[in-house]
């Protein structure tokens, strides 16, 4: 469908490419000659405003306009123009009232923490735009990082950091007992790398996509593999970085550390960075397989296995639909 990288959003302003994406959700819907028209859309983290905050105790009915006046305070767009979506990672709700003399809680009662995901409306309105001119029944939208924590986590009770290496950004979060508590993106991904060896070897976009893909940044001494190793390890050092920061974020907040780091998306496969990573941080890597707990068919083995982790977000919006 497409000669240059399948370019679905405009980071500057955060719009999508409507047109492109309806294209190519028929054409692969056609092809693989799907029927049903129910879907569930990922958003792009980059395109999503997470954080989280502590509340004072406080009922139910009091918590959803505590929530929107705190968000005020996070989100960079006037509560307006987003849709807000929270969530309690941590504390209950109280079933108590105020003492009525004192107009507060009593004693002992838990701090809540909140997680909050807010959605710019622009960004909400493209996806049914989308839905509506590809002939499809949008059932839900849900970040991406949702997707790949129901794909991956399964009963993983550690916790664990989850580095989708998509192809225009890479997105870090860190989950503990299924429930996300940090979630943080930034711009080096696999376009990115791919661009860099263009460049830097003078060849076309899809020959240096190739390059990539057969080299990574596995140790060599000869040509070419040794000047990607070259080219790829600043930027591949970059992501290595910015793990390092969101996991030392999370043990000043929580006073916790990480014991596993799943590698998803396209760029997980990139050869060499399982080891590089395991060198550095000295903790369990695994690329992530969404298709581990679900039945297929044996001949697919093979297949999957070497192309699981990029379906990751898939994997994980086909399980919501079926909740």
Not at 131 to 157: D, H, P, T, W
Not at 195 to 209: F, M, V
Request: hydrophobic fraction near 40%.
């Amino acid at each position: 469908l497409y000669q240059r990288p399948f370019r679905t959003f405009e980071k500057s302003t955060l719009l999508l490419f409507a047109e492109d994406i309806s294209r190519a959700i028929k054409a692969i819907t056609e092809e693989a000659k799907i029927k049903t028209r129910r879907t569930v859309f990922s958003i792009p983290d980059f395109s999503s405003f997470f954080t989280s905050f502590e509340l004072p105790p406080m009922t139910r009915e009091e918590l959803s306009q505590a929530v929107r006046y705190e968000a005020r305070q996070y989100v960079p767009l006037p509560l307006a123009e987003v849709t807000l979506d929270w969530q309690i990672i941590e504390g209950e709700v109280s079933d108590q009232r105020k003492t009525p003399k004192e107009n507060k809680f009593p004693t002992g009662q838990a701090k809540l923490k909140i997680l909050l995901v807010a959605v710019p409306n622009e960004i909400i309105n493209q996806y049914r735009k989308i839905a509506e001119i590809s002939g499809l029944e949008l059932q839900a939208l849900e970040a991406e990082v949702f997707g790949l924590l129901r794909s991956l986590i399964g009963e993983e009770k550690r916790i664990v950091i989850l580095v989708d290496i998509g192809a225009q950004s890479t997105t870090c979060s860190i989950i503990e007992k299924r429930i996300l508590k940090m979630s943080y993106s930034f711009d080096m991904a696999g376009n990115e790398l791919t661009a860099t060896i263009s460049k830097g070897l003078g060849i076309d976009y899809n020959e240096a996509e190739d390059i990539k893909e057969k080299y990574g940044i596995l140790p060599a001494v000869e040509s070419p593999a040794a000047e990607v190793r070259e080219l790829l390890l600043p930027l591949v050092d970059v992501i290595l970085k910015e793990i390092e920061k969101i996991s030392q974020n999370f043990y000043l907040t929580e006073g916790k550390e990480a014991q596993k780091i799943f590698l998803a998306g396209a760029s997980a496969y990139l050869p060499g960075l399982k080891e590089y990573f395991q060198d550095h941080f000295k903790k369990e890597i695994e690329i992530a397989n969404p298709f581990s707990h679900i039945f297929y068919p044996p001949i697919l083995e093979k297949t999957l296995k070497e192309m699981g982790s990029s379906y990751a977000i898939a994997v994980g919006m086909a399980l919501r639909g079926l909740e």
